[in-house]
């Protein structure tokens, strides 16, 4: 019984020592659970107010601004088309006037070989032909060779020329392999006009011919008869020219339509190339003026609209440690709409500079051609000239601008600025509230500095952009470079220009220098047999050349002033104003590449001066 008892009493030990270690260890699972759910419930309490926080943020957020740009947004898009505008528009006006020099090419040509044929002509004639008969036979020839020469010619036009012109641009863009097309509207154009021109000069050549009987057609035509010319009563300079000279402006006279022919001939060629150099000039300076001359600043910061104190700061900051800037001017800048009946609305950049006083160190206001500088009026606006050209504009007129919001604003005109790309309205913080209802906001910085390197603008513009307070950066020089890479394409134009115009002055030249030859031959015999040396024989012919040719070229630069001026007004875009100037060298180029072609011709017709058959040509026909 005791052993039982004892055993009894070491389980109960047992039962209760293993009774108060679970009621231990419950207690301890219970604080647990306690210490777990009152973090959970903190959480709980902490994701709550977080959630009502952010339903409040949800309903105090305004909807947001969604802005669809199309491609015409791309800068290299719009520059590409403006680049094409150019070239579409030069393109309307060069054909017209080739097709002038293309009629005198004809006319001189065809007046050549009517001129050849004469003796044939008297013989159809003598034969019983009708007229219509003889000049059928040089239609023919003149509607076979202008279609002919059609065929190559739109060859060359849908092939060559294109993909020159299309190569030099892809330097600039990175464009696919041309894809040339054939137009047949284009080619029917031309073509009618090729053959309307060979053909009208032909049937009046012939015409003209025709009129004579078939007796003197057989024969050689009779030298023309010389007479006084207006040069002999003036006694003080005819008493002064060497027989020489007389015999050189008797001869000049003699042969007037020839004369007029050499001298409309070498006019256009001058005026072509002339215009091709003129042209370039245009371009060129666009990029002086603009970014040197009227826009004096050397970069521009464009700031983000909600920019933080501290990145305003730190900005100041940045400008401030930068010993190179030597000036700044903080400006307002806001982009509307010019609108008015009848004109294409344009986009206006309103140019509001904080402090008026300053504005000339950044950008000159004044007119084109005067130095002296347009203050800003404190009541009005000062508007750029092609805006001013678009919209008729001048001092007391109104224009109207409209903002995003569709509403409408009247700035009265109080002067008329120079600027050559975009259009322009510059005016006052003070006149700016007064039309607009609220102050001027800077949004832009313009800077001055004294280091222009493009490894120092690269490293600034990388110090600018990395502040919060910096939207863009732009330079000036960066412009000038893109103008740069357009005007080497240019020159493709203007080599394509001047290959043209060379080809059209050599055809007339040589054309009107052989009928002057084949016309005289008689007379070129007479003198060879006199004792005339070849130079000498050669030299006769070419000093009224080189008279015709200068005179050429005096004409040529006043019709070349007159078409690049019309290039120019055709040209130029509404955003845009090209240079008027053409610069002195271009009529030197111009003058000097006449001559040169004009040479050439000279130089080739020589060989055929020394090679005069005197005996054919001297002996009778009678």
Same mark, same amino acid.
């Given at each position: ?69 199309? &491609? ?45 044929? &004469?003796?044939?002509? %008297? ?25 002919? @020469?059609?065929?190559?010619?739109? @060859? ?99 042969? $007037? ?8 001939? +070498? ?58 800037? !030597? ?20 986009? +206006?950049?309103?140019?509001? #500079? ?11 206001? $004044? ?27 001048? @001092? %007391? =007129? ?18 008329? !600025? ?21 102050? @001027? ?9 004294? $280091?222009? *390197? #493009? ?8 110090? /600018? ?19 740069? *890479?357009?005007? *080497?394409?240019?020159?493709?134009? +203007? ?12 055809? +007339? ?12 031959? &008689?007379?070129? =015999?007479?003198? $060879? ?26 004409? %040529? ?5 007159? /078409? ?15 240079? &008027? ?42």
């Amino acid at each position: 019984m005791a052993a039982a008892k004892q055993e009894g009493e070491a389980r109960l030990a047992k039962a209760k020592t293993e009774l108060a270690q679970g009621q231990a260890e419950y207690e301890k699972g219970l604080n647990k659970y306690q210490k777990e759910k009152k973090d959970a419930d903190q959480k709980i309490a902490n994701g709550e107010k977080q959630l009502a926080e952010g339903k409040d943020e949800l309903n105090n957020l305004k909807l947001p601004k969604f802005y669809v740009m199309d &491609r015409s947004v791309n800068p290299g898009y719009t520059e590409y088309s403006d680049n094409a505008d150019r070239l579409a528009a030069i393109a309307t006006v060069f054909p017209a006037f080739f097709f002038l020099i293309a009629a005198l090419v004809s006319l001189t040509t065809m007046t050549r070989m009517v001129e050849e044929q &004469r003796l044939q002509i %008297g013989t159809l004639k003598a034969l019983g032909y009708s007229n219509m008969d003889v000049m059928k036979k040089f239609l023919v020839y003149s509607t076979l060779a202008s279609i002919t @020469a059609s065929a190559a010619g739109l @060859a060359i036009g849908f092939t060559l020329f294109p993909e020159i012109i299309y190569n030099a641009y892809s330097t600039l863009y990175n464009l696919p392999d041309v894809r040339t097309s054939f137009y047949m509207s284009y080619s029917i154009i031309s073509v009618l006009v090729a053959v309307l021109c060979t053909t009208l000069t032909a049937s009046i050549a012939v015409r003209f011919e025709l009129k004579s009987n078939a007796s003197v057609l057989m024969r050689p035509r009779a030298p023309k008869s010389g007479s006084r010319i207006l040069l002999e009563r003036i006694d003080v300079i005819w008493r002064r020219l060497s027989f020489i000279g007389k015999v050189t402006a008797r001869n000049l006279f003699r042969y $007037k339509q020839r004369m007029f022919m050499t001298v409309c001939g +070498v006019a256009g060629c001058t005026a072509l190339i002339l215009t091709g150099f003129g042209l370039k000039d245009s371009i060129a300076d666009i990029a002086p003026l603009q970014y040197g001359k009227i826009m004096k600043y050397n970069a521009a910061v464009v700031f983000q609209d909600d920019s933080s104190k501290k990145a305003f700061e730190e900005y100041n900051k940045l400008i401030a440690d930068t010993p190179e800037i !030597t000036g700044q001017l903080n400006v307002t800048q806001e982009v509307m709409l010019a609108k008015k009946k009848g004109v294409n609305n344009q986009d +206006v950049n309103l140019f509001i #500079p904080e402090q008026a006083d300053a504005l000339n160190d950044f950008v000159a206001l $004044k007119e084109r051609g005067q130095e002296k500088v347009i203050p800003l009026p404190s009541d009005g606006v000062i508007v750029s000239e092609k805006l001013a050209k678009l919209f008729d504009l001048h @001092a %007391g =007129s109104t224009l109207t601008v409209q903002n995003k919001n569709n509403e409408s604003f009247d700035l009265k005109v109080e002067g008329i !600025t120079e600027n050559y790309t975009m259009h322009y309205v510059y005016m006052t913080p003070q006149y700016y509230e007064q039309v607009f209802g609220k102050p @001027a906001v800077v949004n832009m910085q313009l800077l001055t500095f004294n $280091k222009v *390197d #493009p490894a120092w603008e690269d490293q600034f513009s990388e110090r /600018l952009t990395a502040n919060p307070r910096v939207a863009m950066v732009s330079f000036t020089s960066g412009v000038s470079d893109a103008f740069n *890479d357009t005007m *080497d394409s240019m020159n493709v134009v +203007v080599v394509v220009l001047i290959i043209s115009a060379a080809a059209l002055a050599f055809v +007339v030249l040589y054309n009107l220098t052989n009928i002057n030859v084949s016309e005289r031959i &008689r007379e070129l =015999s007479t003198i $060879k047999v006199l004792g005339f040396y070849d130079k000498e024989v050669t030299m006769y012919i070419y000093r009224e050349n080189m008279i015709l040719t200068v005179l050429g070229i005096i004409v %040529g630069n006043l019709l070349g002033v007159l /078409l690049h001026r019309f290039v120019l007004q055709t040209a130029e875009m509404d955003e845009m104003m090209f240079s &008027r100037t053409i610069h002195a060298i271009s009529y030197g180029y111009a003058a000097a590449l006449t001559l040169l072609f004009s040479g050439i011709v000279m130089v080739s017709m020589h060989y055929k001066l020394k090679h005069i058959d005197m005996i054919e040509a001297l002996k009778s026909v009678e």
